[in-house]
Each structure stands twice: as structure tokens, then as C-alpha cells.
């Protein structure tokens, strides 16, 4: 199960922001987001490591390294 640290996330406003944003994404579901580590985790059938950095970016989050 892949997973990208996000920083900068403050509330659960932040946690439902990334939920939303990532499940939005083609080919990844089950997205599961953790405010206490800032990890969000998910099943993705294809991945593309740079759309979910950017993805997450452009909300206003700082990611790490999909994983």
C-alpha cells in the first residue's frame, strides 16, 4: 500500500482536504489519512509519484516522498 508524508496539515478540515483531493485522483481509492503522523495511505491500481505530489502541493501541503 503506497503511502506520502504530508506536512502542514493542522485539523481535520486538512485531513478531509487530502482525502478528497487524492481520491479524486484516477486508478486510487481507499485513501486513509493520519493527522497524528501526517501520512496518507492508499491502494492504487497505477501510480504516477509526481501527479500525487502535485496534487497535494496544490492544495497548499508540503509532500514528502511517495513511498
Do not use: Q, W, Y
Request: charged share 20%.
Amino acid at each position: 500500500m503506497p503511502s506520502i508524508e504530508v506536512k502542514g496539515m493542522s485539523c481535520n478540515h486538512c485531513v478531509m482536504n487530502v482525502t478528497k483531493t487524492l481520491s479524486a485522483m484516477p486508478g486510487i481509492k481507499n485513501v486513509a489519512v493520519d493527522l497524528a503522523t501526517g501520512l496518507a495511505t492508499f491502494d492504487a491500481a497505477a501510480l504516477d509519484p509526481k501527479a500525487v505530489r502535485e496534487a497535494i502541493a496544490k492544495i497548499g501541503f508540503e509532500p514528502g516522498e511517495v513511498k
